[in-house]
């Protein structure tokens, strides 16, 4: 392991429990480890259990007479080669993207000059929250390393992003990373997604700690290209037309992906949503840009995941000013915008595809006949402009139409859930194929 020196930071949550296994797993990767708690973290793992684990006593004030008698700290901080926080919670993330240094741990994350990782445990809504999601970016931006977090079934009983990656996965992660000083996203990122834990996040007994390691997701390490949200066609500087997706079901399914482990490349039309993290974002805004930036990146990909709203016709001369109120009637002529999903589906050993159908009315029907005209391998159809689900909602329902005919009804539900139950649906999928293909 790169990393002799290991400052491991645990804050609170009820992951704080893997802290102790993945202490275990630092030494056993050569490490000597040292353990400062935050008083959150006290309430779910006893400091005793850390430091019998670590060999060394474990740090818990900041502002404590007998360990700060010669600035400690900043010597703890100095010695460190690595700091790594797990769990990081979302109060940690958003007390570390703030600069603040109201604890031990965030004053020693401010003092030190070695590489900070943190491996993110929370529920999934907080972690999808705008909030949490700006303080990752904001810390990315800084060189902060973010492990995780994983998919799965959460304490609370929820599913979706928010798990702290388990400790094999870290550890791997850290030891397949280059040295300090040279580690990028995609060496931490696209490795700490690769495994998700599907038990739930309940304390363990006490001699119960060994963790074995999950199975890998048949989507980890695979290039998926994602399109999502609406297109804009120009009439003029002014003026678009447009359509009412909002550009969550793409995101979600993006935010999914990358729970599997993929390297997911966004390209999304004009939305009000936040980046999804982990994720490669290319931002368009009407079809032909779509179509250059999809086509222009299809190479390599493994899968294609056609979720946005490519309006299906643009104006034919948009108007190079701002066209003026006075006439009675306006006519403009549009011509059709090139079948992004089409076109990819045809390419000679493309990627996996999967498309999607919003439609009005026999929506299975319509669909299936999509995917065959198409040559889909699948297709997610979902009934719009009803009073549930569909555009501008939080909740949506799919039906599921695979290649051989197979069809799986997927239940309203919040986007983020039914995004992950989609993703199952498309891991299966294309695990199939490869298989197929593979004897």
């Given amino acids: 392991m790169a990393y002799r020196q290991v400052l491991l930071g645990v804050s609170g949550g009820i992951a704080a429990y893997k802290a102790a296994e993945l202490t275990r797993r630092l030494r056993a990767a050569g490490a000597e480890v040292r353990v400062v708690m935050t008083r959150a973290a006290q309430a779910f793992v006893a400091p005793l259990t850390f430091q019998a684990l670590s060999g060394n006593p474990v740090r818990l004030d900041l502002l404590d007479p007998a360990a700060e008698a010669g600035m400690d700290h900043i010597e703890l901080a100095r010695w460190a080669e690595l700091v790594l926080v797990a769990p990081a919670s979302a109060d940690l993330m958003a007390r570390l993207a703030a600069g603040m240094a109201d604890d031990l741990l965030t004053t020693l994350s401010l003092a030190t000059a070695a590489p900070l990782v943190l491996a993110p445990a929370m529920n999934q809504q907080m972690w999808r929250h705008p909030a949490t999601q700006a303080n990752a970016r904001r810390l990315e931006e800084r060189g902060v390393r973010l492990l995780g977090p994983a998919s799965g079934e959460q304490a609370c ?202 439609e009005t009315e026999r929506v299975e029907e319509q669909a299936l006949n999509k995917l065959r005209a198409k040559g889909l391998d699948m297709i997610a159809a979902n009934r719009v402009g009803g009073p549930q689900g569909g555009f501008e909602r939080e909740d949506n329902a799919l039906t599921v139409i695979h290649r051989d005919g197979r069809v799986d009804p997927l239940a309203l539900m919040p986007k983020a859930r039914l995004a992950e139950a989609l993703t199952d649906l498309i891991e299966e999928a294309y695990a199939a194929r490869s298989a197929t293909q593979d004897s």
């Fill in 157 to 358: 009983g929820e599913v979706g992003l928010g798990r702290m990656l388990e400790p094999a996965a870290i550890v791997e992660a850290l030891i397949s990373a280059p040295a300090a000083g040279n580690l990028t996203g995609k060496d931490l990122g696209h490795i700490a997604a690769t495994e998700i834990a599907p038990a739930t996040e309940t304390a363990p007994a006490a001699d119960d700690l060994a963790i074995s390691r999950p199975t890998a997701s048949p989507l980890a390490g695979r290039q998926v290209l994602v399109t999502a949200g609406p297109t804009r066609e120009a009439i003029d500087p002014v003026r678009y037309i447009g359509n009412r997706s909002s550009g969550r079901m793409g995101y979600a399914l993006a935010q999914a992906l990358v729970g599997r482990g993929a390297r997911v490349l966004l390209v999304s039309g004009p939305t009000a949503l936040p980046a999804p993290a982990g994720v490669e974002l290319v931002r368009v805004e009407s079809a032909l840009e779509m179509h250059e930036a999809v086509m222009g990146r299809i190479a390599g990909q493994d899968l294609f995941v056609a979720t946005a709203a490519v309006a299906d016709y643009r104006v034919a001369d948009p108007a190079p000013t701002k066209i003026k109120k006075g006439q009675a009637e306006l006519t403009l002529r549009l011509v059709r915008n090139p079948d992004i999903l089409a076109a990819v589906a045809a390419l000679p050993d493309g990627p996996f595809t999967v498309g999607f159908a919003a």
